[in-house]
């Protein structure tokens, strides 16, 4: 079996590199479009078995607290519409094609990926650091959890055909910013033991 994983940075696959027989490692760099370009041109030039996206994330949802593993599977790109006044527009209101939803209706057949929570998540350009910013979007999309990569790698894989995973660690709560809360390294830890299961059990 071969398997391309992808990650925004080399931390987040610190455990996996050299760990397991078989797979590739992408790393994209941060944000959606380093992430779309990469993962696109990685699978048209080769082919996969499986692509499993890793990284953490911040929760919404205070019962996914960090260090929490989680499966995402549906994410939307939460800026991609227009605002108008005080109201946001998604593409559908403003009758503009365009694929801002992102599910994963078959993901590949693991034990250790059956057993993550499985949620929904946002993907931003900018991560929430304001109390009114994170009202509204929770207002509007009821997100568990949100990264700055994921709908981009979903997308990236549907198009290609390619089975796929998105499985995130949390690193923090989404609150008005507070880095000294953040529990990166916790994070990292729980992501690295999960990946290599899911590995292992594809």
């Known amino acids: 079996m071969r398997i ?16 397991a027989r078989g797979v590739e490692i992408l790393i994209t760099g941060v944000g959606m479009v380093a992430t779309a370009a990469r993962t696109s041109r990685a699978l048209a030039q080769a082919r996969y078995d499986v692509a499993l996206n890793v990284g953490v994330c911040g929760s919404f949802d205070r019962a996914l607290a960090p260090g929490s ?19 946001f527009l998604t593409l559908d209101e ?7 939803l992102f599910v994963n209706a078959s993901p590949p057949k693991s034990a250790a990926l059956s057993r993550l ?15 009114r910013s994170i009202a509204a979007v929770v207002r509007r999309f009821a997100p568990q959890v949100e990264s700055m990569e994921g709908a981009a790698f979903m997308c990236a894989c549907l198009m290609s055909g390619v089975s796929f995973a998105q499985v995130r660690a949390v690193s923090n709560i989404v609150e ?24 292992e059990s594809l």
């Open 69 to 87: 593993v989680v499966h995402v599977v549906s994410d939307r790109i939460a800026e991609l519409g227009a605002e108008d006044g005080e109201a």
């Open 176 to 199: 008005k910013r507070n880095r000294e809360a953040w529990q990166m390294g916790e994070a990292i830890g729980s992501l690295g033991r999960a990946a290599l299961g899911i590995l």
């Open 4 to 19: 391309l994983v992808v990650a925004a940075t080399d931390a987040e696959v610190s455990a996996i590199a050299g760990a």
């Open 117 to 131: 929570p499985a949620v929904t998540g946002i993907t931003v350009n900018t991560v929430h650091g304001s109390e």
């Open 94 to 100: 403003l009758a503009l094609p365009g694929e801002p």
